[in-house]
């Protein structure tokens, strides 16, 4: 059956429909985005959420000369298959495909670009803003979810959007579900004001009958205004965004195109800020995904009929034996406390609330209140534990630096994601938090090599008097046995696991197993190649670094980190401190952007796969004479 969504193009194409060819073109775009992230996985149930409210966006705006600013941008893969990228679509997320979230190079619909939440409102303020000094005439709409909106960021642009009173649209795409369900007392606020059964008859029919008063000139006029506000703050209840400056739209039904169309329209044309609050079902349309959301939020492949992921068995994950000790040293310990800004599944600590819910906060899309609530926590004689992915870290660094190290606080970042990601891209690699973290003094920074050594180092680091940073990787560990307890680890040591008279490699967390095979490899050829378990980012081993620079021909620094200001640029900075002659190259990944796809390609790329890095040793190697007479 042919449809109508491929004959759609760019917005133009629909933007003459009758109502129910909109309805079955958002039926076709659900089909759509079902289809494809079965395959390639991705961010389905925001996006199933969000067909009908991007498609009557597009209707009533003239994208792209309006700006249409999404958050974060991953509920929007039916504005990709809306602007022109239908035939890109199955790429998504894959290796030189689309993106999952938007790209101002993807195309000119894309006017802004995102992958953490909260930074819509504030983008789209400048945009407005820009747009009356330039005395343009484009509109501009922004998307925030609630969850979003529990960010303060999205509260600092609404303050000063309120109170420049810019004409704008921001739209209110509420879901009650972050990741996992919202909370906090402004989703509980939403929820009210969504329940509220009475709320939009009342708004509507004291504001029918304000608008009905007689219509007067002069100073009249501005004492019969007056009047209507007072009568309107006097007789409906408080409306938070009313009392901050903007006309309030809604609770409107956001799968109800017959609604959202002519409601937008009336956002659209008046003059001054607007929120409008749209109710939308996260997974609409997929049974399984309506019922499951959390686990529909970003999942993998999936079959279609059943809603069964299609994921191979394997070892735990590194955030899983980070939360089953988490659990465990809370059980030994009443003072331990764990802290998720929004991410109780991606961190695992979902496992910590349902052990010790009294002793977990999910303080919401909140890094920055998540760190210095720690800070309050650990002063006041707890052990805070902030799990957070070292992307979402970024946004807390003031907090980290001012709060917690400054006033050198035990709190204990459990920095997740520590490396590339894979199909999140480049909004979402953990390749800076060495560099950000390293600086600030007091803070200790620790990355093992396999679960085995993650767990053992959260045990520690429990224990130490300051802030440590314990970094560990996304995905599953090496299936190491955990109940046998591995070498104790003394804290402040590297482990010199083999030395080598040619070259040591010096890597840092899960890189050391590629030090290992590159070992074998180079041995082959005749060198004799040592390697080095870093561990410790800061403070650096510095005994055996001098131990191990006196006993090779050369040092080569691993890691999958930037290499501006990572562990290897640590080890060169201590190197030139101490004088040491020993030849020490860095590799690490490249001052770029690094987008999305398979972590083993980019490994590849930028030489630090096996192959990659002894071909690289053997060329540098090959150049100097062999300390070991091959
Ligand atoms: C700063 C930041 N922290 C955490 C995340 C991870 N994250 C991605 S989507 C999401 C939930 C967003 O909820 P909402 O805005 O309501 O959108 P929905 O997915 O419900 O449509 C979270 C927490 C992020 N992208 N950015």
Not at 227 to 246: M, R
Not at 300 to 316: Q, R, T, V, Y
Request: hydrophobic content about 40%; glycine content about 10%; some cysteine.
């Amino acid at each position: 059956m042919a449809g109508v969504l491929e004959g759609v193009q760019s917005p133009k194409d629909f933007r003459h429909f009758s109502l129910s060819q909109l309805e079955a073109l958002a039926q076709e775009l659900r089909q759509t985005i079902l289809a494809t992230t079965a395959k390639t996985g991705g961010h389905v149930g925001a996006s199933l959420g969000a067909v009908e409210l991007i498609l009557a966006l597009h209707y009533v705006y003239d994208t792209p000369t309006d700006r249409l600013v999404f958050d974060i941008g991953h509920q929007a893969y039916a504005h990709k298959l809306l602007s022109g990228r239908q035939e890109g679509f199955p790429t998504i997320r894959q290796l030189n495909g689309l993106s999952g979230f938007l790209k101002r190079h993807e195309s000119e619909f894309d006017v802004w670009e995102a992958g953490h939440a909260g930074t819509s409102l504030s983008g789209a303020v400048g945009m407005a803003v820009a747009r009356d000094l330039q005395r343009a005439s484009y509109d501009v709409a922004a998307v925030i979810g609630d969850g979003a909106l529990t960010a303060g960021m999205a509260w600092e642009a609404l303050n000063q959007l309120g109170h420049l009173k810019t004409r704008m649209v921001i739209v209110v795409n509420d879901n009650s579900m972050s990741i996992a369900p919202n909370v906090g007392a402004l989703s509980r606020y939403l929820t009210d004001l969504r329940t509220a059964p009475g709320y939009l008859r009342m708004k509507q029919d004291i504001e029918g009958i304000l608008e009905s008063l007689p219509v007067l000139g002069g100073p009249l006029r501005r004492a019969g205004e007056r009047i209507k506000d007072v009568l309107h703050h006097a007789v409906l209840p408080g409306n938070v965004f009313e009392e901050l400056g903007f006309k309030y739209f809604g609770p409107i039904d956001g799968h109800d195109l017959g609604s959202l169309v002519p409601v937008l329209r009336s956002a659209r044309e008046y003059d001054g800020p607007v929120i409008l609050h749209v109710i939308t079902q996260k997974g609409r349309g997929y049974r399984p995904a309506e019922e499951r959301p959390v686990q529909f939020h970003g999942p993998g492949p999936f079959e279609i009929e059943s809603g069964k992921m299609i994921k191979k068995a394997g070892p735990p994950t590194y955030s899983q034996v980070f939360s089953q000790t988490l659990v465990e040293l809370a059980a030994e310990r009443s003072d331990i406390v764990a802290i998720t800004a929004a991410m109780p599944d991606g961190t695992k600590l979902d496992y910590f609330q349902t052990r010790f819910p009294d002793r977990y906060f999910d303080v919401g899309i909140a890094e920055q209140h998540a760190a210095t609530f720690a800070a309050g926590l650990a002063v006041a004689g707890l052990r805070p534990v902030f799990a957070v992915y070292s992307t979402f870290l970024q946004r807390a660094y003031d907090q980290l630096i001012h709060d917690v190290c400054h006033q050198n606080l035990p709190v204990l970042f459990a920095v997740d994601r520590a490396g590339l990601v894979g199909g999140d891209g480049a909004t979402h690699q953990g390749v800076y938090d060495l560099a950000f973290l390293r600086t600030v003094p007091n803070i200790e920074i620790v990355m093992g090599k396999d679960e085995r050594e993650l767990k053992e180092l959260i045990r520690m680091a429990v224990e130490r008097p300051g802030p440590v940073a314990v970094r560990y990787p996304r995905g599953a560990g090496r299936g190491l046995p955990l109940e046998e307890a591995g070498e104790p680890i003394p804290w402040g040591k590297a482990e010199w696991i083999h030395q080598g008279r040619d070259l040591t490699i010096i890597a840092l967390g899960p890189m050391v197993y590629h030090a290992l095979e590159v070992r074998e490899k180079l041995a082959t050829l005749g060198f004799d190649v040592g390697v080095v378990n870093a561990r410790f980012v800061k403070p650096l081993d510095e005994q055996m670094l001098e131990a191990v620079a006196q006993s090779t021909g050369a040092v080569m620094t691993l890691e999958e980190h930037a290499l501006a200001g990572g562990f290897g640029s640590a080890v060169a900075e201590w190197a030139n401190t101490r004088g040491i002659t020993t030849p020490i190259r860095l590799e690490g990944l490249p001052d770029v952007f690094i987008d999305h796809g398979p972590t083993d390609y980019y490994l590849d790329l930028y030489g630090l796969s096996v192959e990659a890095l002894s071909r690289k040793a053997e060329e540098w190697l090959g150049r100097r004479t062999p300390a070991s007479g091959r």
